[in-house]
């Protein structure tokens, strides 16, 4: 047996006639920029959310580097941040010469301790940048609170949680910026690079628009600093014919995850395999099933034997990486660091069998009681 990490061919498969002919009909039309699937796909967004704006971008780095400019980031302004992340959380900060301030996790969580942010804000912190790691939203309310009290702005990284719920809330629309990626292994993702930024602001909605088409107000007039940061046609026409089936899809991760908990509470206490906590008053789309073992590279080696693919979502915390770690000022974020040494994620998709599933945990069983 071998089972994929993710998924992609048994979803194109159920979503095969509706994905071809969206795309044959960009192909038709042939307006591969800012075709009419463009302002589609933003107009359907916008109403899953629940936000008042949605703008698609070229990725989800571009929509959180355009959320920034649009705030009018200065250099050497900082932006708190969680360094249990993927890079591009803290990259886009640095790109426009600011500085980003990590804060510790919450270990049951992974997401940013919001208890510790306060402590971390000076005179120069514009904004603060949780992000919903593995599919589950961090304490937005806390976080916004906080960040009313200094004038702050909050940029929700949702590029893993798009689709999780939050109070009943939407990810995406539940702080000043929604920021979400659609790289194609993400809870909703095209068939290359795409991102959308989500806004109840519009001013922020305007500037954002503006930035990403090289920051013109109207054809050749140049207004402000921007990129050309626009996602095509054609993988905005993708994504639509992925939303068919999306509610169907986050059901199926809400249900494919709580089983995969339930199986692993079920599991001696001896193998130590350690579950995430996911909160009363959110869910978990499980962009990547992740728990944390003992003995990591042991228990991956033999589940790979087994046919099992895993992966790490991240083995260094970013203030102990080589480029970010003159942030970190020689920083200890204890939380982060052990999280990174433990944490392995399981196959995940919407496609997910139960058989699929058993066996998985019948590998993990095996692997850990080997490595113990
Ligand atoms: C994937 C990801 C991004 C970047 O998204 P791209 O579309 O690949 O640019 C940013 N932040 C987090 C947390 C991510 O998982």
Redesign the pocket.
């Known amino acids: 047996m071998s089972l994929p990490f993710i998924d992609l061919k048994s979803q194109y498969a159920a979503l095969k006639t509706s994905i071809d002919a969206r795309i044959q009909r960009v192909l038709d039309h042939g307006q591969y920029i800012m075709g009419p699937e463009v302002k589609e796909l933003e107009q359907a967004l916008a109403t899953y959310t629940g936000a008042k704006h949605c703008i698609t971008v070229a ?6 580097l355009i959320a920034l400019m649009a705030l009018d980031f200065k250099p050497g302004d900082e932006v708190i941040t969680t360094p249990f ?2 890079a ?2 803290a990259e886009v900060i640095v790109l426009l010469g600011g500085v980003p301030v990590f804060v510790d996790i919450e270990p049951d969580t992974c997401n940013i301790d919001a208890s510790l942010i306060e402590a971390a804000i000076t005179p120069r912190t514009r904004a603060i940048m949780p ?1 919903g ?1 593995y599919g589950q939203v961090a304490d937005m309310d806390e976080i916004n609170a906080v960040a009313a009290r200094h004038g702050l702005a909050v940029i929700e ?1 949702a ?2 949680s798009f689709g999780a719920s939050y109070k009943s809330r939407k990810s995406c629309n539940l702080s000043t910026f929604g920021c979400t ?3 194609p292994s ?1 809870p909703l993702g095209c068939y290359g ?3 959308a930024i989500f806004t109840n602001d519009d001013a922020m909605a305007q500037a954002s628009r503006e930035i990403r088409v090289h920051g013109q107000s109207q054809r050749y007039t140049h207004t402000r600093l921007g990129v050309g940061g626009r996602m095509d046609t054609l993988q905005c026409a993708i994504v639509l014919g992925k939303l068919e089936r999306f509610d169907w899809e986050v059901a199926q991760r809400l249900a494919i995850g709580e089983r995969y908990q339930q199986l692993l509470a079920e599991l001696p206490a001896s193998l130590n395999i350690q579950r995430l906590v996911v909160r009363d008053d959110r869910d978990c789309v499980w ?1 990547q099933f992740t728990l944390s073992v003992d003995h990591r590279e042991q228990v991956q080696q033999r589940l790979q034997e087994a046919g099992i693919p895993t992966a790490i979502h991240y083995p260094k915390p970013l203030h102990q990486q080589p480029f970010y770690q003159r942030y970190g000022q020689g920083q200890s974020l204890p939380h982060s660091e052990r999280a990174a040494r433990r944490v392995m994620s399981l196959p995940m998709s919407a496609d997910l069998a139960p058989a699929q599933q058993d066996s998985v945990i019948q590998a993990l069983i095996a692997a850990t009681r080997v490595s113990a």
Do not use: P
């Open positions: 990725s989800g780095t571009e929509a959180l992340t993927f591009a959380t992000v790691l990284d590029a893993q990626s659609f790289f993400k690079d795409g991102g962009a």
